[in-house]
């Protein structure tokens, strides 16, 4: 069994900052691709940022510049640095990881049950 947990999420002002958690833990044998997406009601769920098995990372334009992603190997954790947030960044994030879990399984995409992020003044 594989979970993934996130943590971090709360209210902000606009123009502040956040950085939001997520750790697999379970039966992992080998994490690859790790990923931010957000999704807010009645809106399609976009990826945000991504971060490979060799640190090669990918932004939303949207959010270029504003956030950073990152990730620590041995802990199977990732990191979002949110800053100079806006109002339109309020949403759930969730936390998305490509994950095996033996040597012989097959690579699946495991997801997070998300954190809420909310920009307000």
């Known amino acids: 069994q594989v979970q993934l947990v996130e943590s971090g999420g709360g209210l902000v002002q606009p123009g502040g900052s956040l950085r939001l958690s997520c750790t697999a833990s379970g039966r992992v044998f080998a994490v690859y691709t790790m990923a931010w997406y957000r999704q807010v009601p009645g809106k399609q769920r976009e990826m945000v940022a991504s971060?490979?098995?060799?640190?090669?990372?990918n932004y939303a334009d949207s959010v270029k510049g504003r956030f950073t992603i990152s990730r620590d190997y041995a802990k199977n954790t990732q990191y979002l640095q949110m800053n100079s947030l806006r109002p339109e960044d309020t949403a759930v994030y969730y936390c998305?990881?490509?994950?095996?879990?033996?040597?012989?399984?097959?690579?699946?995409?495991?997801w997070g049950k998300g954190t809420l992020v909310t920009v307000s003044s």
């Open positions: 998305k990881a490509l994950i095996s879990q033996t040597i012989s399984s097959v690579n699946m995409d495991y």
């Open positions: 971060i490979t098995s060799t640190g090669n990372t």
